[in-house]
């Protein structure tokens, strides 16, 4: 709470900058021999450090907490993140959806479910699968709860990620869905990174610590055992080892509609960037697939791979070329790809996720969000336009791979969030859930402009302001830019920052600075 307060106070005496002007920032230079003063930060764990780290806290606080607008700005915040009127956010879990909720009485959380039915209507009635307040209590822990892989297509049988304290470590254990208690003398793996995965409902794929040399340097696992249930964790068959130089390794599973897998493969991230995949073959021993190391999975439909290249591929065996942000289609049995989508200079796509039998694909153009549903058929890939308002982010929250259903949650800086319950095989669209409005806004008004940068480029941002504002620089403004990891900004309902800032005058910038994802693998590689 303390940082959302930082952020909108400390930018009151932030000038507004309503039109891109000419800058020639010149960056201080620094002798590369010369030691840094401040390397004993990186350290993270030692006591100087966090000493460090509460002094600059409390300084931050008492600046903050002793202006006189504070205990209002953080009433009215509170009461925007502690509201039980938000959207429940589902994900699919059997013959319904299941759901991660957290409020003023569920600190930690309750993990639950419910009917679709019950899920599109006013007033869901929710199933109680785990109460991680209760557990906390009952075993003396900090249980943070980290997801669940559940085994299609019945979801009864899950692996649940829990972390003490809310780590990348996590215990892993296997729950019952139907009984809604953990399974005695189940699956149970104690605290580590470590990754699991359903062959079948009595042998798992598991990639952990097993001891001195099955860690990387970045303390994840690259060896992968097959476990069988009720066998000894010593005694688990090991199927595949990647490097301790890798970041990490894991398994894959490529599962039909039906649930059952199809094929298994090994994945080991190289680099943050870069992954190799390799398939398990049926009479036993894997083999590499030929693909590019930097490419984006979303997921396995009609028995191919869906997958966003972030680099060219040439011609090859099976394929044509390929260009860099290319949505293309793989089959992992034969090496053969094809093309599903070229997006323009001005397009990317920003996420894609599968049905049954479609995919559906968020695309980005000049960062203003659409999605299709493609469907392959005897001629090729065809996609449809879903018909959403224009103006409006989207996101994919879930897709069911054993059905066509869809959940698609759209909203802008001004307009609530609403979810969206999609047939991807009709295309049929209903609105089954939506926020209520946290602030005014019908005294502002969203431009996209664009900046030119030194070397000609066009960078695009938006500019939330008042629809009176004066155009001379006096309109205080917060600006927002990230660029980094491929990951695209866009437009997003912000009640916190409507009601602590717009309502009160202020204006709001997001730039979409390179190294973000918002026009393809391109825009990130100029940053670097």
Not at 435 to 453: G, N, Y
Request: net charge neutral.
């Amino acid at each position: 709470m303390r940082t959302l307060i930082a952020a909108a106070l400390a930018a009151v005496a932030v000038s507004a900058l309503a039109a891109p002007a000419p800058m020639n920032v010149q960056l201080p230079s620094a002798a590369p021999s010369a030691p840094d003063p401040f390397a004993w930060l990186e350290d993270i764990h030692s006591p100087r450090a966090m000493a460090w780290v509460e002094k600059q806290n409390a300084r931050t606080a008492q600046v903050l907490e002793t202006d006189p607008r504070y205990a209002l700005f953080h009433r009215e915040a509170l009461a925007i993140f502690t509201a039980k009127d938000r959207i429940p956010y589902p994900r699919f879990l059997g013959n319904g959806v299941e759901n991660f909720w957290q409020d003023q009485d569920h600190v930690k959380g309750l993990w639950r479910r419910a009917s679709f039915a019950s899920y599109n209507s006013l007033d869901p009635a929710w199933e109680k699968l785990i109460d991680f307040d209760a557990l906390s209590k009952a075993e003396a822990k900090n249980w943070i709860f980290k997801g669940a892989t559940c085994l299609p297509p019945e979801d009864r049988l899950c692996l649940v990620r829990m972390s003490n304290g809310g780590g990348d470590a996590v215990e892993i254990r296997e729950f019952d869905t139907h009984a809604r208690a953990f399974v005695p003398d189940g699956f149970r793996f104690s605290v580590g990174k470590q990754q699991v995965d359903w062959l079948d409902g009595d042998t798992l794929l598991i990639a952990r610590d097993f001891g001195p040399g099955t860690l990387t340097a970045s303390g994840y696992p690259f060896v992968i055992k097959e476990l069988k249930r009720g066998q000894p964790l010593a005694d688990a068959k090991e199927v595949f080892r990647g490097a301790p130089e890798d970041v990490s390794a894991g398994p894959v599973l490529l599962r039909g509609p039906d649930g059952r897998v199809e094929h298994v493969l090994y994945r080991r991230g190289v680099a943050f960037f870069s992954t190799r995949y390799w398939l398990a073959l049926s009479g036993g021993g894997t083999r590499p697939l030929n693909l590019p190391e930097k490419v984006e999975a979303h997921g396995y439909l009609d028995h191919r791979m869906v997958l966003t290249l972030n680099e060219a591929w040439p011609a090859g065996p099976g394929h044509p070329a390929f260009k860099e942000g290319d949505l293309i289609a793989f089959d992992p049995a034969t090496g053969a790809a094809e093309l599903i989508f070229h997006p323009s200079p001005t397009q990317t796509i920003n996420e894609a996720a599968v049905t049954r039998n479609r995919l559906l694909v968020e695309l980005l153009d000049n960062v203003n969000g659409a999605l299709d549903v493609w469907r392959h058929g005897p001629d090729g890939w065809r996609a449809q336009r879903l018909a959403f308002p224009k103006g409006l982010a989207l996101t994919i929250s879930a897709a069911d791979h054993a059905s066509d259903r869809a959940y698609v949650a759209a909203e802008s800086f001004l307009a609530p969030t609403a979810l969206w319950s999609v047939d991807a095989a009709s295309g049929a669209m209903r609105k089954v859930k939506a926020l209520p409005a946290r602030f005014d806004a019908s005294k502002d008004v969203t431009e996209q402009r664009f900046a030119i940068s030194k070397d000609g480029t066009r960078i695009p941002y938006w500019l939330v302001r008042p629809k009176t504002m004066k155009f001379d620089g006096s309109t205080p403004t917060q600006m927002f830019g990230y660029g980094g990891f491929l990951i695209s900004e866009t437009p997003s309902y912000r009640p916190e920052l409507g009601k602590l800032w717009l309502e009160r005058g202020g204006a709001y910038v997001l730039a979409n600075i390179r190294g973000g994802g918002e026009f393809g693998p391109a825009w990130h590689e100029a940053a670097l």
